[in-house]
């Protein structure tokens, strides 16, 4: 499994170790990944992601999971994403007809 955050699509980054010396050797800095599971309201159930904690913050900044989704381009978002947007999105057309 890659470590790459499934709603915000943030993925590891290279740079270098730097010695006291001024040696400098390769490294990669991973993003911080958690399981987590987050719950839809429209959908009314819980989804589980694997997400950065900077993700995790920004996704209940703006207004919960449904409002990320809605918001956010699909080339930003795994599989798993699309497909939980894609039922949201039917949902919402479902909502609007019966309003």
């Given at each position: 499994?890659?470590r790459i955050?499934?709603?915000?699509?943030?993925?590891?980054?290279?740079?270098?170790?730097?010695?006291?010396?001024n040696?400098?050797?390769?490294?990669?800095?991973?993003?911080?990944?958690?399981?987590?599971?987050?719950l839809?309201?429209?959908?009314?159930?819980?989804?589980?992601?694997?997400?950065?904690?900077?993700?995790?913050?920004?996704?209940?900044?703006?207004?919960?999971?449904?409002?990320?989704?809605?918001?956010?381009?699909?080339?930003?978002?795994?599989?798993?994403?699309?497909?939980?947007?894609?039922?949201?999105?039917?949902?919402?057309?479902e909502?609007?007809?019966?309003?």
């Amino acid at each position: 499994m890659s470590r790459i955050c499934e709603l915000t699509g943030k993925g590891r980054l290279t740079g270098n170790n730097v010695s006291h010396a001024n040696n400098k050797t390769k490294r990669v800095f991973l993003p911080n990944l958690q399981h987590v599971t987050l719950l839809s309201e429209k959908l009314d159930r819980g989804f589980k992601f694997r997400v950065s904690a900077h993700g995790l913050r920004s996704v209940e900044h703006n207004g919960g999971l449904d409002n990320w989704l809605l918001k956010t381009k699909d080339e930003k978002l795994s599989k798993n994403a699309q497909k939980v947007k894609r039922e949201l999105k039917k949902a919402t057309k479902e909502t609007d007809k019966a309003a």
